[in-house]
């Protein structure tokens, strides 16, 4: 089992697709663990962003990753980080596969709605900087049992 971060951008929230693309995560069985509005400051974009720090597209990221507030989501469940990535597409709207959450709701290539973790090294540090102890709230939840087998004693 698996906790990624997932932020809608300042383009889902101002869209209001919000509710649309956290139905996605809850009909495919994944676990919404944390959740909150938010404004990104400029140092944290920064740090968020630093290994694309050289790309010719990191200044314009920052100034929209900061420009209107975000949704963060902690999201559980087996294979979250890979599960989570698959249904948000490719990086650009323009060839993100249809029935992907880029590949629905949007054309643009910077304005991408989404962002997941993309390994459990950048999941643990992204919820780290974007939660703080306590925000994130493991839960049981009734239906669990059918939405995992369960007979084996772990989730499957
Ligand atoms: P990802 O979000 O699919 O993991 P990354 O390559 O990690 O994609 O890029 C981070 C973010 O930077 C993208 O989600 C997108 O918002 C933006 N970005 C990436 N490449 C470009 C580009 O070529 N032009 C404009 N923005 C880009
Ligand atoms: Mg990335």
Redesign the pocket.
């Known amino acids: 089992m698996e906790t990624t971060l997932i932020i809608l951008k300042p383009d889902a929230v101002q869209r209001g697709l919000m509710g649309r693309v956290i139905s996605r995560f809850e009909d495919k069985g994944l676990q919404i663990v944390g959740a909150k509005l938010m404004c990104i400051s400029d140092d944290l974009a920064a740090t968020h ?1 630093e290994a ?1 720090k050289e790309r010719p ?1 990191y200044a ?2 920052v100034s929209f990753m900061t420009s209107s507030p975000v949704m963060v989501l902690a999201v559980h469940g087996n294979s979250a980080i890979a599960v989570a990535r698959k249904m948000m597409g490719a ?1 650009f709207g323009s060839n993100a596969e249809p029935g992907t959450i880029r590949g629905d709701f949007g054309v643009s ?2 304005f ?1 709605l989404i ?1 997941g973790s ?1 390994s459990p090294e950048a999941a643990e540090r992204e919820l780290g900087l974007f939660f703080s102890k306590g925000e994130v709230m493991p839960f049981d939840r009734a239906i669990s049992t059918w939405v995992y087998d369960m007979s084996g004693g772990d989730p499957e």
């Open positions: 962003y694309h597209f314009g990221l990086t290539n910077s991408n962002h993309d």
